[in-house]
């Protein structure tokens, strides 16, 4: 058995076929097909659970990075997969990219809208400012419309002024996509810290407006704060 076919029993969920290439046949735990990709990895993207305990108990590199800057943490976070991110966390996996333009455990829960992964990236003290390319977990999540999202990380106590590299904020961008609930829950919590008047390059885009004007015209969110 080569690492391919062990990559195939493990996104089958076929454990005795990953013990035996293991165990009898000597595959390397830490072996990775062309792409990078690693056997833990693949668990862990398929919510193959027990199979990816078995492969720590087992020697798996659960630090390992492929060359796009995923890691066994992020790859069950993309998933969904609670229960795998919890044994991995526990395991010790760094909740933290491990490069600035990798997408970082909290970023990819904030993109996805896994609000229990979210709070459980907080609670292991992931870094609720990080940016990925520029674009912070609160930006993403406003964007996206995940309002449970955005209140966890605003009770973390994220950068509610934080800029994407066209100077937005996670408010103007949840305007602009007309996510009403979150421009709301973004004032009524942060209204004493927010920069209403932050000039942006999209704001030159929108009649030089500024958040706080284009909330008032389009989406009428001041009278909730």
Known sequence: MDIDALLDAVEDGDFEGVQQAIENDGIDPNDTDEDGFSPLMLACHSGQG???????????????????????LLCAVQGGFVDICTTLLNAKASVNASNPDAFSPLYSASQEGHKDIVKMMIKMKADVNAQCQGVSSLFIAAQENHISVVQALLSADCDVNATNPSLATALFIAVQKGN??????????????LHFEQPTKQVRCVRARAPVCVCRSACNCL???
Do not use: P
């Open 223 to 225: 009278c909730a704060c």
């Open 50 to 72: 027990a199979i990816g305990e078995f492969l720590l108990e087992k020697g798996a590199n659960l630090h390992y990075t492929a060359s796009d800057g995923s890691d066994a």
């Open 180 to 193: 009403t609930s979150v421009v709301k829950s973004i004032i009524k919590r942060k209204k004493k810290t």
